[in-house]
């Protein structure tokens, strides 16, 4: 029976897969952002009291989760699964987290599609009934990733507008099946479907072009989306991506529009989380990215929307450049993906 | 309805989820083992025809699935999902194994218990009516890994004896849903249950030690599968442990004896891949490693003793050591992970 495959991409959850709670830990410029007030946790030092950037890094995810779980009226003995993927090489810091919490593990690498893939998996786990609460989360930290792709932050390089700054920041949800969701919430927030995104390459070989390089993955996921769910953009009260940045969400704006969708719609539905964790006069260039940033402003802000009703429907793309540090020395351009979960408020 | 959880840590599936294909390629030194004549294809040369080792394990990658595919007679445009994983930084063999096959990928880091964590989630997939067909595999080159974590190739340094040799191999199956599944097949293999480690730190240090750091938590995962399955080790014709290579498997051997099991029943069930893919006279040290190793061991050889009724119940245990190339500066040692999967001929 493959009841729950919808078109070509794209899952559906027929049992109500429910967010229960919801974890977060920014980075002191992020908490100086726009979004500011929304996170649990705003650090006054991105060192997190921690020796290494890395340490802090880990320490915010552990964090991020342990909120998340704590939201949702769970331990960690009460979680069966805990899915979470970092940017760090070999997820030091999901790594580091699955063995303080004693949680079983999977890690999961989607570069900055981090998070909408371990809600994916997450919501098939407990949809299919595999699990009764998991736990989903990624994170990113400015200084470990900076040092990890491109420069020493001791450089002090300069940084072409282009450029995105990667969010320091780690979010978490925990998604528990239908019965054993916490009945006290006012809005519970469902996932409905989900669509697992394809590998796309435009191309792009510059670090610094993170935007063009992760939007055609985006446009080619929603468009699949759409299509095999049959819906139209405006079916969502909101869509956004994760981490395209300025730069990258004017090509998919015009990838969109020239895929024929309605300008007018894709202007008032769509966003991106790039766009909205930093404002213009923080001095970031391109945007916020990472894992962290969509994130953090998924259970930040967005899923505090949905509770609040303001957001009943949401489309939540995290879009993830599959920048490697060797790569580019061989030759290879940079590979974009996108996954994007289907949210409701019942 | 949690129907297909059971214990704390595993699943069972109950839609028969069934392997229709497999493929793997072996590297040169690989081929002249043991399990040679088991591979589909063996290189003459690990450089595989292409100008650098990365993409040579790409291709290899790509060549396993592809023949995984087509001996369940599908095409890349049948193939609902891609799973893998590989040891490469930003897992830059599986990213650029899913950009030239199209197929919808969600990437995973398991280090090398990646080829479980694959078959696992392919298998949740498939059994939870997600996908029709799911490609998962993993793989793994001696001549990239040793770079990224230890030393370059060139510098010719001395290796200890503990040290294990990176398997140069990749494998991969697909995992069809029941009514699916090629009829044309004798021995059909299933996914009947599975069990998701823990992260285990068993505090070692040295990157030649890998066995050691790893063999922790394949003793936990062995021992929660078999109480949440209330089976014992003889259930299993053999279970298998992925690379913990010859000090690794001794030492499995004493901790499963210490926690009670039967020391000769342990002796005949069980083995491991990382001490069956070379021989002694290979000068591989500890044995084989890598996330290719399990990948091959199963896709090439014990899949094909399934296939051939040799075996009719089978535990893989990949096993992985979540080793980063930063944290042993900053103090860490490294942990250790193993998933389950059982797989039984019907």
Known sequence: MIRKKIGRQSVVFTESPCITGRGNVAGEKEGKGPLGECFDIVLKDDMYGEK??????SKMLKEAMLKAAARAGKTPE???????????????SSSFTARDTHIPFLGLYGACSTMTESLLIASVLVDGGYARHVLAGASSHFCTAERQFRMPVEHGNQRPPSAQWTATAAGAVVVSAGEAANLSLKSRVYAESATIGRVIDAGIKDANQMGAAMAPAAVDTLLNHLEDTGRSLDYYDMVVTGDLGYIGKDIMMDLLADAGLNKKMIFTHYDDCGTMLFSKSQDVHGGASGCGCSAAVFTGHLLKQMEQGKIKKLLLMSTGALLSTISPFQGESIPGIAHAVSLEVR
Do not use: R
């Not at 290494?52 to 890094?57: D, G, I, L, R, T």
């Not at 009460?78 to 030091?92: K, R, W």
């Open 52 to 57: 290494s950037w890395e340490k802090a890094e």
């Open 78 to 92: 009460d979680i069966d699964v805990m899915l979470s993927g970092d940017l760090l090489n070999q997820l030091m």
